[in-house]
């Protein structure tokens, strides 16, 4: 049985190792391409993974930074689907889970102005 795929995408990694720092350098290189994209859909495109994104998009990415798919996209195997009761209890069967742990505000106690 074949396991479930999932995917790394390392656009940010690749800009850098070209010197594009900075994803308002990206706008202007996918418009010459014809790719009009606002600054937020650039930002997320670059810093989150994309569920959708259209093959000309993909195609003017390759263009620009001169590489190939398996630069940007990495199929890694899916995680499990963890439980409620493990995320619950705090940890998962890697250690510990990394969340905020002892680090949760103490809640506000709010009281009426002594008159």
């Known amino acids: ?3 479930k795929l999932d995917y790394q995408w390392h656009l940010r990694k690749v800009m850098a190792t ?3 720092f ?4 990206l706008g ?27 093959l000309k998009t993909l195609m003017a990415l ?20 963890r439980g409620k009761t493990a995320a619950s209890s705090g940890s998962t069967e890697n250690g510990p889970a990394t969340g905020v742990g002892d680090f949760r505000p103490k ?7 002594e008159e």
């Open 107 to 113: 809640r506000a106690r709010v009281v009426p102005p």
């Open 62 to 81: 390759l263009d620009i930074l001169g590489c190939t798919m398996e630069d940007l996209i990495e199929p890694v195997a899916a995680r499990p689907a």
């Open 22 to 25: 900075s994803t308002t350098d």
């Open 1 to 3: 049985m074949t396991g």
């Open 28 to 54: 202007p290189l996918l418009a010459e391409r014809g790719i009009d994209l606002s600054s937020s859909q650039t930002y997320r495109l670059v810093v989150e993974r994309p569920e959708r994104l259209s």
């Open 18 to 20: 070209r010197g594009m």
